[in-house]
């Protein structure tokens, strides 16, 4: 079981530079949304990492972060800049401020900033041992990442089975109190029968046919069959190595499903109160289910 949050980071070294890999998660409701920003040198490998995350990961929000460091300092000559580019910018930019009626407040250093207008002459050229270089780092901040989800995942996992330890108790609990719902109900109903000052003997049909209505109505064996199934289930799933966390998402809407129904059926104060116990806990949990992978 892992966790949709994680991170890792690796780094080697290219000639001049050094490269720097990070990747970080968040969890997605919707499946798997990657996002990638890297050098536009090793644009060419853009699909071959993206795969790369793909094949280990299967939900969440990633985004992968590639930066080149040099690795000493800059040598003379060692950017360009483009300066036709940047002339055309510039007029370009002035011809929109006059026909807007905009200030013209264009400084250099935001020219330079333009994508194509400055470029690192030195910049490593993309080859096959480069994108070798590139493509093993990105497998090591894969592994340190999945290893963070994977500690992440257990910690949740081991909170959740407890929870569910704890709402199969409460269902016990139930359990144990429905048998005497039908002697209160009925203990009641005399009750009221006698203060209305209506003398009915024991045996009355009518007041029979009441209790066995009332019993079938409030009834909930098989809503606590269900439940107890769901229960093995989730403790089945969160034990698991691979991602589980949609069918415990599923499992949790069936529970509060089944939960309700007892509520509505139920006529007695503590298996009211049972199931407010209940609806507490699986609100607490809701989130952290939704953050397994």
Same mark, same amino acid.
């Given at each position: 079981m892992r966790s949709m949050t994680?991170?890792?980071?690796?780094?080697?070294?290219? #000639?001049?530079?050094?490269?720097?890999?990070?990747?970080?998660?968040?969890?997605?409701?919707?499946? @798997?949304? *990657? $996002?990638?920003?890297? #050098?536009? %040198?090793?644009?060419?490998?853009?699909? +071959?990492? +993206?795969?790369? *995350?793909?094949?280990?990961?299967?939900?969440?929000r990633v985004n992968l972060?590639?930066?080149?460091?040099?690795?000493? #300092? @800059?040598?003379k000559g060692g950017l360009q800049v483009d300066r036709k580019l940047l002339f055309a910018v510039h007029k370009e930019l002035r011809g929109l401020a006059k026909e807007t009626g905009c200030s013209e407040n264009i400084s250099l250093e935001f020219l330079l900033r333009l994508p194509g207008v400055m470029s690192d002459v030195a910049a490593p050229v993309m080859g096959e041992d480069q994108e070798l270089i590139l493509l093993k780092t990105v497998e090591s901040a $894969?592994?340190?990442?999945?290893?963070?989800?994977?500690?992440?995942?257990?910690?949740?996992?081991?909170? /959740?089975?407890?929870?569910?330890?704890r709402l199969e108790s409460t269902v016990k609990k139930? %359990?144990?109190? +429905? #048998?005497?719902?039908?002697?209160?109900?009925?203990?009641?109903?005399?009750?009221?029968?006698?203060?209305a000052g209506v003398d009915l003997p024991v045996d009355d049909e009518?007041?029979?046919k009441e209790l066995v209505l009332f019993a079938d109505r409030s009834d909930v064996t098989e809503e606590i069959k269900r439940l107890e199934a769901h229960f093995a289930e989730a403790r089945r799933i969160l034990k698991l190595k691979k991602p589980g966390g949609r069918i415990l998402d599923f499992l949790l809407q069936e529970i509060g499903r089944e939960v309700n129904t007892i509520g509505s059926k139920a006529n007695a /104060?503590?298996?009211?109160?049972?199931?407010?116990?209940?609806?507490t806990e699986l609100e607490k949990i809701r989130e952290q289910v939704q953050n397994l992978e």
């Amino acid at each position: 079981m892992r966790s949709m949050t994680g991170f890792g980071r690796a780094e080697a070294k290219v #000639p001049g530079f050094r490269l720097r890999v990070e990747i970080h998660s968040v969890n997605n409701k919707k499946g @798997l949304d *990657v $996002l990638i920003n890297m #050098p536009r %040198e090793f644009a060419s490998a853009e699909n +071959r990492v +993206r795969e790369q *995350v793909e094949k280990k990961i299967d939900r969440g929000r990633v985004n992968l972060q590639i930066v080149l460091d040099r690795a000493g #300092p @800059l040598k003379k000559g060692g950017l360009q800049v483009d300066r036709k580019l940047l002339f055309a910018v510039h007029k370009e930019l002035r011809g929109l401020a006059k026909e807007t009626g905009c200030s013209e407040n264009i400084s250099l250093e935001f020219l330079l900033r333009l994508p194509g207008v400055m470029s690192d002459v030195a910049a490593p050229v993309m080859g096959e041992d480069q994108e070798l270089i590139l493509l093993k780092t990105v497998e090591s901040a $894969l592994a340190e990442f999945m290893a963070f989800r994977e500690r992440e995942g257990s910690f949740l996992a081991k909170d /959740l089975l407890d929870v569910f330890q704890r709402l199969e108790s409460t269902v016990k609990k139930i %359990e144990k109190i +429905r #048998p005497k719902m039908v002697q209160q109900y009925r203990d009641n109903l005399r009750k009221r029968i006698a203060e209305a000052g209506v003398d009915l003997p024991v045996d009355d049909e009518r007041l029979q046919k009441e209790l066995v209505l009332f019993a079938d109505r409030s009834d909930v064996t098989e809503e606590i069959k269900r439940l107890e199934a769901h229960f093995a289930e989730a403790r089945r799933i969160l034990k698991l190595k691979k991602p589980g966390g949609r069918i415990l998402d599923f499992l949790l809407q069936e529970i509060g499903r089944e939960v309700n129904t007892i509520g509505s059926k139920a006529n007695a /104060l503590e298996v009211s109160q049972a199931v407010i116990d209940l609806k507490t806990e699986l609100e607490k949990i809701r989130e952290q289910v939704q953050n397994l992978e």
